[in-house]
Protein backbone atom coordinates (compact mmCIF):
# COMPACT_ATOMS: atom_id res chain seq x y z
CA UNK A 1 0.00 0.00 0.00
CA UNK A 2 1.16 2.95 -0.89
CA UNK A 3 2.71 5.29 1.84
CA UNK A 4 2.24 9.36 1.90
CA UNK A 5 3.44 10.99 -0.52
CA UNK A 6 4.77 14.60 -0.33
CA UNK A 7 5.68 16.78 -3.47
CA UNK A 8 8.00 18.14 -4.11
CA UNK A 9 10.88 16.61 -2.25
CA UNK A 10 12.73 20.27 -2.63
CA UNK A 11 12.54 23.64 -3.08
CA UNK A 12 14.56 26.57 -3.14
CA UNK A 13 12.24 30.05 -3.61
CA UNK A 14 13.16 34.09 -3.21
CA UNK A 15 12.04 35.79 -0.37
CA UNK A 16 8.98 37.45 -1.39
CA UNK A 17 7.54 34.46 -3.45
CA UNK A 18 5.28 32.36 -2.03
CA UNK A 19 4.75 28.37 -2.45
CA UNK A 20 2.60 25.73 -2.20
CA UNK A 21 3.13 21.95 -0.89
CA UNK A 22 1.18 18.93 -1.84
CA UNK A 23 0.77 15.78 0.31
CA UNK A 24 -1.21 12.42 -0.72
CA UNK A 25 -2.20 10.49 2.46
CA UNK A 26 -2.93 7.16 2.46
CA UNK A 27 -5.61 5.47 0.54
CA UNK A 28 -8.33 5.59 3.01
CA UNK A 29 -6.74 7.96 5.60
CA UNK A 30 -8.69 11.13 6.28
CA UNK A 31 -6.94 13.19 8.42
CA UNK A 32 -3.51 15.06 7.03
CA UNK A 33 -1.51 17.26 9.22
CA UNK A 34 1.30 19.36 8.69
CA UNK A 35 4.19 20.16 10.52
CA UNK A 36 7.28 22.07 10.69
CA UNK A 37 10.98 21.26 11.21
CA UNK A 38 14.09 23.30 11.99
CA UNK A 39 17.63 22.86 13.75
CA UNK A 40 16.07 25.67 15.83
CA UNK A 41 12.70 25.42 16.75
CA UNK A 42 12.20 21.38 16.49
CA UNK A 43 8.83 19.84 15.03
CA UNK A 44 6.12 22.32 15.29
CA UNK A 45 2.75 21.68 14.38
CA UNK A 46 0.79 23.74 11.36
CA UNK A 47 -2.33 22.60 11.32
CA UNK A 48 -4.73 19.93 11.29
CA UNK A 49 -7.32 18.89 8.18
CA UNK A 50 -10.02 16.45 8.93
CA UNK A 51 -13.30 15.90 5.90
CA UNK A 52 -11.90 19.20 4.25
CA UNK A 53 -12.10 21.09 7.32
CA UNK A 54 -9.15 22.86 9.31
CA UNK A 55 -9.55 21.17 12.76
CA UNK A 56 -6.63 22.35 14.80
CA UNK A 57 -4.21 25.19 14.03
CA UNK A 58 -0.84 25.98 15.60
CA UNK A 59 0.74 29.18 16.17
CA UNK A 60 1.78 30.07 12.81
CA UNK A 61 1.38 33.25 10.80
CA UNK A 62 -1.73 34.33 8.72
CA UNK A 63 1.09 33.50 5.58
CA UNK A 64 0.97 29.74 6.25
CA UNK A 65 -2.52 28.30 4.89
CA UNK A 66 -3.82 24.86 4.54
CA UNK A 67 -6.54 23.04 2.85
CA UNK A 68 -7.83 19.53 2.22
CA UNK A 69 -9.90 18.27 -1.02
CA UNK A 70 -12.70 15.77 -1.21
CA UNK A 71 -10.12 13.05 -1.51
CA UNK A 72 -8.29 14.28 1.46
CA UNK A 73 -5.68 15.32 -0.49
CA UNK A 74 -4.36 18.71 1.44
CA UNK A 75 -1.66 21.40 0.20
CA UNK A 76 -0.51 24.19 2.19
CA UNK A 77 0.31 27.52 1.03
CA UNK A 78 3.42 29.74 2.41
CA UNK A 79 2.93 33.21 0.90
CA UNK A 80 5.90 36.10 1.74
CA UNK A 81 8.81 33.85 1.69
CA UNK A 82 11.30 34.83 4.45
CA UNK A 83 14.25 33.24 5.26
CA UNK A 84 13.24 31.75 8.60
CA UNK A 85 10.44 29.69 6.52
CA UNK A 86 13.21 27.58 5.22
CA UNK A 87 12.32 24.34 6.93
CA UNK A 88 11.65 20.63 5.90
CA UNK A 89 7.59 20.31 5.94
CA UNK A 90 6.31 16.90 6.89
CA UNK A 91 2.92 15.64 6.73
CA UNK A 92 1.29 12.79 8.01
CA UNK A 93 -2.41 10.84 7.29
CA UNK A 94 -4.19 8.98 9.96
CA UNK A 95 -7.35 6.63 9.48
CA UNK A 96 -9.39 9.53 11.32
CA UNK A 97 -9.54 12.14 13.54
CA UNK A 98 -8.48 11.97 17.44
CA UNK A 99 -5.97 10.04 20.12
CA UNK A 100 -6.45 6.59 18.64
CA UNK A 101 -5.93 6.82 15.24
CA UNK A 102 -1.74 6.32 14.77
CA UNK A 103 0.02 8.59 12.00
CA UNK A 104 2.42 7.50 9.07
CA UNK A 105 4.68 10.97 8.02
CA UNK A 106 5.84 11.53 4.24
CA UNK A 107 9.16 11.90 3.68
CA UNK A 108 8.98 16.07 4.00
CA UNK A 109 9.47 18.51 1.36
CA UNK A 110 12.70 20.52 1.98
CA UNK A 111 11.92 24.51 1.54
CA UNK A 112 15.70 26.79 1.12
CA UNK A 113 14.31 29.70 0.71
CA UNK A 114 17.02 32.51 -0.42
CA UNK B 1 9.74 25.97 30.03
CA UNK B 2 9.08 23.76 27.13
CA UNK B 3 5.53 21.72 27.68
CA UNK B 4 7.06 18.53 26.44
CA UNK B 5 10.70 17.88 27.69
CA UNK B 6 12.89 15.15 26.66
CA UNK B 7 16.01 13.69 28.55
CA UNK B 8 18.68 12.93 27.73
CA UNK B 9 19.42 15.01 24.59
CA UNK B 10 22.10 13.40 23.70
CA UNK B 11 22.46 10.12 23.92
CA UNK B 12 26.17 6.99 23.03
CA UNK B 13 26.15 3.62 23.71
CA UNK B 14 27.54 0.46 22.88
CA UNK B 15 25.90 -2.43 21.13
CA UNK B 16 23.76 -4.57 23.09
CA UNK B 17 23.05 -1.69 25.67
CA UNK B 18 19.64 -1.03 27.49
CA UNK B 19 18.76 2.49 26.52
CA UNK B 20 16.33 4.25 28.25
CA UNK B 21 14.72 7.88 26.68
CA UNK B 22 12.13 9.76 29.27
CA UNK B 23 9.52 12.41 28.35
CA UNK B 24 8.15 15.00 30.85
CA UNK B 25 5.03 16.78 30.10
CA UNK B 26 3.47 19.74 31.72
CA UNK B 27 0.07 19.90 30.08
CA UNK B 28 -3.33 17.13 29.84
CA UNK B 29 -3.22 15.08 26.69
CA UNK B 30 -5.09 12.80 24.89
CA UNK B 31 -2.27 10.46 23.68
CA UNK B 32 1.67 10.74 23.69
CA UNK B 33 3.76 9.28 20.50
CA UNK B 34 6.94 8.36 20.25
CA UNK B 35 8.87 9.20 16.70
CA UNK B 36 11.82 7.96 15.48
CA UNK B 37 13.64 10.25 12.74
CA UNK B 38 17.03 8.83 10.48
CA UNK B 39 19.34 10.72 9.08
CA UNK B 40 17.55 12.27 5.87
CA UNK B 41 14.69 13.03 7.55
CA UNK B 42 12.04 10.49 7.80
CA UNK B 43 10.10 9.95 10.21
CA UNK B 44 8.61 6.68 11.90
CA UNK B 45 5.93 6.74 14.15
CA UNK B 46 7.26 3.75 16.75
CA UNK B 47 4.37 4.11 19.50
CA UNK B 48 0.98 6.13 20.30
CA UNK B 49 -0.09 5.56 24.03
CA UNK B 50 -2.84 7.18 26.24
CA UNK B 51 -2.42 4.38 29.11
CA UNK B 52 0.42 1.33 30.23
CA UNK B 53 2.84 -0.10 28.19
CA UNK B 54 3.08 -1.35 24.69
CA UNK B 55 5.92 -3.40 23.48
CA UNK B 56 7.03 -4.05 19.98
CA UNK B 57 10.17 -6.08 19.06
CA UNK B 58 13.08 -4.63 21.06
CA UNK B 59 11.07 -1.39 21.62
CA UNK B 60 9.01 -0.98 24.99
CA UNK B 61 7.10 2.41 25.16
CA UNK B 62 5.56 3.36 28.60
CA UNK B 63 3.05 6.19 29.86
CA UNK B 64 2.24 7.35 33.74
CA UNK B 65 -0.50 9.50 33.33
CA UNK B 66 -1.07 10.67 37.07
CA UNK B 67 3.05 11.49 36.65
CA UNK B 68 2.81 12.76 32.84
CA UNK B 69 5.69 10.83 32.01
CA UNK B 70 6.68 8.21 29.75
CA UNK B 71 9.60 6.54 28.57
CA UNK B 72 10.86 5.04 25.46
CA UNK B 73 13.11 1.79 26.22
CA UNK B 74 15.35 -0.15 23.59
CA UNK B 75 16.37 -3.25 24.45
CA UNK B 76 19.75 -5.15 23.06
CA UNK B 77 20.72 -1.75 21.10
CA UNK B 78 22.08 -2.12 17.82
CA UNK B 79 23.86 0.71 15.11
CA UNK B 80 20.95 0.90 13.23
CA UNK B 81 18.24 2.16 15.97
CA UNK B 82 21.13 4.99 15.73
CA UNK B 83 18.35 8.01 15.28
CA UNK B 84 17.08 10.63 17.02
CA UNK B 85 13.80 9.68 19.07
CA UNK B 86 10.81 11.94 19.38
CA UNK B 87 8.21 12.84 21.90
CA UNK B 88 4.87 14.30 21.25
CA UNK B 89 1.92 14.67 23.34
CA UNK B 90 -1.71 15.51 21.90
CA UNK B 91 -3.07 17.95 24.47
CA UNK B 92 -6.99 17.27 25.47
CA UNK B 93 -7.44 21.47 25.52
CA UNK B 94 -6.28 23.70 22.86
CA UNK B 95 -8.00 22.71 20.11
CA UNK B 96 -6.02 18.98 20.14
CA UNK B 97 -2.81 21.16 19.13
CA UNK B 98 0.41 18.61 19.08
CA UNK B 99 3.71 19.61 20.60
CA UNK B 100 6.71 18.09 20.37
CA UNK B 101 10.05 17.47 22.71
CA UNK B 102 13.45 18.64 20.91
CA UNK B 103 14.17 15.38 20.54
CA UNK B 104 16.89 12.52 22.10
CA UNK B 105 20.24 11.58 19.47
CA UNK B 106 20.86 8.32 19.88
CA UNK B 107 24.32 7.08 18.45
CA UNK B 108 24.83 3.03 19.15
CA UNK B 109 28.69 2.29 18.59
CA UNK B 110 29.60 -1.11 17.14
Known amino acids: KAGVTQTPRYLIKTRGQQVTLSCSPI?????VSWYQQTPGQGLQFLFEYFSETQRNKGNFPGRFSGRQFSNSRSEMNVSTLELGDSALYLC?????????????FGSGTRLTVV | KNEVEQSPQNLTAQEGEFITINCSYSVGISALHWLQQHPGGGIVSLFMLSSGKKKHGRLIATINIQEKHSSLHITASHPRDSAVYICAVRQNTNAGKSTFGDGTTLTVKP
Open chain 1, 92 to 104: ASSLSQGEGYGYT
Open chain 1, 27 to 31: SGHRS
